[in-house]
């Protein structure tokens, strides 16, 4: 007799194949379209637009220097483009480290008082003077070749913003490898979801916008300190283009431990839920087409099932050790004594057949495809073995645990803090 309880896991891992295979079939009939991008080589020509980049920087001084070089090392004419770093209060050497540009033509040092992430890049969209802006956080590092590739995005005059291509830089312990996984799945589901006009998030490594953007849809906001997801929910909200370069390729700092990954990925999913909160006027509006229809509606229930999921594993694991509490309760010491293997009852060709079990192992190829797939459209190497392991090790393990906290911050409404 089937319980509620896989009635429910049922329908979740029936929805979940669902909007896997939804977004196969997207990618399939649109592959050629998204690697045909990937192929075409972008040229440097002297009509190309003069661009703004603003470098937030808050006690940065190890990670600033490499950063503004990789800028200035941008396959780009020197005179279009402009770096704007702006010191904002730190505590550390970071302005100290910032005068090693200071003789530099095009990199502009600004010091201001601590007001967060958003009054820096307000600060730079209105004392900038080109027709293109854009953020590089100051932990992240652009290929030669990212910026023309972005740019040539917005040869579509609907275009408002551009996202690149995200991967980690120098995946070194266990938990950096799983994030190398994760972020190559994630270039996959931004070209998809950018195909869908469904992005919503312009992430803080290097997004570019048109300027006049700004004039529409105003400048950016606190927003729970997620300021790049609010933004791009507003720019959805106005029926603004955003797209994806996704060989475009950022790479960027991550956390190497699992509380700095965890603080982070509060802040990054409390952020989220809060702005879909703000914003629950895209949730099942039809009129934003697939984003409020289809993608939006299926973040919020991949939460609720992820926490279903997580409430059963716990039931579980509280009644596992609950029973052989009640046996050694009965039975004492001998409960641990050998039996023996019964070799009779092993069967080499025996599959577990279930539903569940099937429907598992479709959605992980369905998974591990769109990394490849990810990995492809980046023009970037393929994951090890070895951090698809770290990744099925780790990432069902701590997931959890951030959203469950972002859910409580939600509930609460509790604010998370940068540092």
């Known amino acids: 007799m089937t319980s509620w309880r896989d009635i429910i896991t049922l329908s979740i891992l029936f929805l979940s194949l669902y909007f896997e295979v939804f977004m196969l079939v997207t990618y399939i009939r649109r592959r050629r379209l998204l690697h045909g991008r990937v192929k075409k080589e972008p040229q440097i020509h002297p009509d190309l637009p003069a661009v703004t980049i603003i470098v937030p920087c808050y006690n940065e001084n190890k990670t600033l220097s490499a950063t503004i070089k990789s800028l200035l090392d941008l396959n780009y004419p020197k005179e279009k483009l402009h770096i704007m770093a702006v010191d904002d209060g730190s505590t550390d050497n970071t302005m100290q480290a910032l005068q090693e540009f200071a003789g530099n033509p095009q990199v502009e040092i600004i010091h201001k008082e601590n007001g967060g992430k958003h009054t820096v890049l307000n600060m730079g969209i209105e004392r900038s003077k080109t027709d293109f802006v854009g953020c590089l956080d100051a932990d992240s590092y652009v290929s030669k070749d990212a910026l023309l590739r972005i740019i040539k995005r917005f040869n579509d005059p609907e275009v408002m913003a551009v996202v690149p291509s995200m991967h980690i830089h120098k995946a070194r312990t266990p938990i950096q490898k799983m994030?190398?996984?994760?972020?190559?799945?994630?270039?996959?589901?931004?070209?998809?979801?950018?195909?869908?006009?469904?992005?919503?998030v312009t992430p803080g490594p290097f997004s570019i916008f048109r300027k006049s953007v700004f004039d529409k849809v105003g400048l950016y906001h606190k927003a729970h300190n997620t300021e790049d997801m609010e933004m791009a929910m507003r720019l959805q909200s106005h029926g603004c283009k955003i797209v994806c370069a996704n060989d475009a390729v950022v790479h960027t700092s991550s956390p190497h431990t699992i509380p700095k990954l965890y603080k982070q990925r509060v802040r990054w999913t409390s952020g989220f839920l809060q702005n879909l909160r703000d914003y629950k006027k895209l949730v099942f509006n039809t009129k934003h087409g697939h984003l409020g229809t289809l993608v939006l509606p299926v973040m919020i229930i991949s939460t609720a099932s992820i926490i279903f999921v997580v409430l059963g594993w716990t039931y579980d694991f509280w009644k596992y050790w609950h029973g052989i509490l009640i046996r050694f309760e009965a039975l004492g010491i001998r409960m641990f004594e050998w039996t023996g293997f019964n070799w009779k009852s092993w069967n080499w060709f025996f599959f577990h057949t279930s539903p569940i079990m099937i429907g598992g192992i479709v959605s992980l190829a369905i998974?591990?495809?769109?990394?490849?797939?990810?990995?492809?459209l980046s023009k970037t190497k393929w994951p090890k073995v070895t951090d698809f392991l770290w990744y099925g090790a780790l990432y069902s393990i701590v997931a959890p645990l951030w959203l469950i906290r972002s859910i409580y911050n939600l509930v609460t409404s509790r604010q998370t803090m940068w540092r």
């Open 179 to 200: 994030q190398k996984v994760e972020y190559t799945l994630g270039v996959f589901w931004r070209s998809i979801l950018a195909e869908l006009n469904s992005l919503y």
């Open 367 to 376: 998974i591990i495809t769109f990394v490849l797939v990810g990995a492809r």
